[in-house]
């Protein structure tokens, strides 16, 4: 090849090449590799650094720099649950005072069978049975806590227990203080059902 045709073909690669950004650090002429943000409101917009000055950018960068202490509470808090809406607990689908659902059309009864809203059809049975239940106050309670209902034997009581215990054992929940605690709940509710004379044996 001759010296004018590599000469054709070098400036064609070069025209064709991308053009290289150059590191926006004042007084870098190095190739602007690396990206960083311009700011908390503009993240994906960029800036373009050679590697050691992007690591300097890095080491300074502050997310919250120039909040208050409240506006970076808010913040996380709306980062917890992605920036979407909440409702206090029990409050969303409520309608003028009932329940959402029960301005739907349902002939089938779908939703109590499903109980996809709020627990209404489970809550009226645990009603009426606590209603017709022999048992005291604290034994209904022990009852929820071992999350059974009545009637119910001391064979599942105690198959409730053993399964509720070893699942929130410390020791299953790397020491956990919650779980010690619930073990602790547990452990009162399960003693005041075996106290309890009402409940049958099978």
């Keep these: 090849m001759s010296r004018g045709s590599r000469k054709s073909v070098l400036i064609a690669d ?52 120039g909040m208050t202490a409240e506006e970076i509470e808010a913040h996380m808090r709306s980062d917890t649950t992605w920036r979407r809406p909440t409702w206090p607990l029990g409050t969303r689908g409520k309608r003028n005072g009932a329940q959402a659902y029960d301005a739907l059309n349902d002939p089938y009864g779908l939703f109590d069978e499903m109980d996809m809203l709020g627990g209404r059809k489970r809550a009226q049975e645990r009603a009426a049975r606590q209603a017709k239940s022999p048992l005291t106050v604290a034994e209904r309670e022990a009852l929820d806590v071992l999350e059974l209902a009545w009637p119910v034997t001391r064979a599942v009581v105690k198959s409730r227990y053993k399964q509720l215990a070893k699942q929130h054992h410390p020791d299953a929940n790397g020491g956990d203080r919650q779980a010690e605690e619930r073990l602790k709940e547990i452990n009162r509710a399960y003693t005041t059902l075996k106290a309890c004379e009402t409940l049958p044996v099978e």
């Excluded at 290289?20 to 800036?47: D, Q, V």
């Excluded at 590697?51 to 890095?58: I, Q």
């Design 14 to 65: 070069l025209a064709a090449a991308p053009q290289m950004r150059i590191c926006e650090h004042p007084s870098c002429a190095l190739a602007g590799e690396f990206r960083a943000p311009r700011g908390r409101n503009s993240l994906n917009e960029y800036r373009w650094f050679c590697l050691g000055h992007v690591r300097e950018f890095n080491s300074k960068w502050d997310y919250y720099a």
